[in-house]
């Protein structure tokens, strides 16, 4: 019956049928799913955040904190570029188009394609790539997971979640190459100021690269040691400096 129903559907909308099938036969996994498609998915991906701003801190490099910091504005922008695309396409919810389909949350007044807590998970999780690697890879996995249970669920087809992360991830990345430079260079003042203690850890001085500050900023010519006034740093092979006591 499950594969006789998912086959009268084509493509997408018989793989949604499969995996809301599954849900049907695993009651068990519904508490979790549906917690972790609703909220707490979200959550993981705050506190992978935070730790990327306590990896960010102990490292002393302020190009791994504008990394943490475009993170999670890359992830407010990419949400903000997904209204249009969600409006213009203007699918409808599974539910709202498939009869008998099981949801197990909510429903939602909005379209679903792409998917914005896709679209945050891809954002979020490509962000953290650029932050550290390990936790990269971590907060992907969380991302991918968040966007299955978003379809185990009932809220979206596989394609919406699919699209979602691509969209997230895709703004990230190509965020990098303007916002990073400039909120690096934006750190490097604050690092001068109380704020300080939020953005390195210690008493050392934190590092930077030439390539990191706009053009046309007294970083842009010279790599300098942050904190140390009036003086420059030797940038090593490695892209860190060497900032003279």
């Known amino acids: 019956m499950t594969s006789t129903l998912a086959e009268s559907y084509l493509g997408d909308a018989g793989d949604f049928l499969l995996i809301n099938r599954f849900a049907a036969r ?21 506190v992978l955040l935070l730790v990327g701003w306590w990896l960010a801190r102990r490292s002393g490099e302020l190009r791994a904190m504008a990394a943490l910091a475009w993170a999670g504005l890359g992830t407010l922008v990419a949400v903000g570029v997904n209204q249009p695309i969600v409006n213009a396409v203007a699918e409808k919810r599974p539910y709202a188009s498939i009869p008998d389909t099981l949801l197990l949350v909510g429903r939602s007044a909005d379209y679903g394609f792409p998917s914005d807590h896709a679209v945050m998970a891809g954002a979020v999780a490509t962000g953290l790539c650029y932050v550290n690697r390990r936790l990269g890879v971590t907060a992907w996995a969380a991302a991918v997971l968040l966007a299955f249970a ?50 390195v850890a210690g008493r050392g001085e934190p590092t930077t690269t030439a390539t990191d500050a706009p053009a046309g900023s007294p970083g842009a010519t010279v790599a300098r040691g942050v904190g140390h006034r009036g003086g420059s740093g030797r940038a090593r092979r490695d892209g860190r400096l060497e900032v003279p006591r």
């Open 150 to 199: 978003r379809v185990y669920v009932g809220a979206h087809y596989p394609h919406d979640v699919v699209a979602g992360l691509v969209v997230g991830a895709a703004v990230v990345v190509l965020g990098q190459f303007l916002a990073r430079p400039i909120l690096t260079w934006l750190l490097t003042r604050l690092a001068r100021t109380p704020l300080r203690p939020l953005l």
């Open 26 to 46: 695993t009651g068990w996994l519904h508490a979790a799913m549906t917690g972790y498609a609703a909220t707490y998915g979200l959550v993981v991906l705050v």
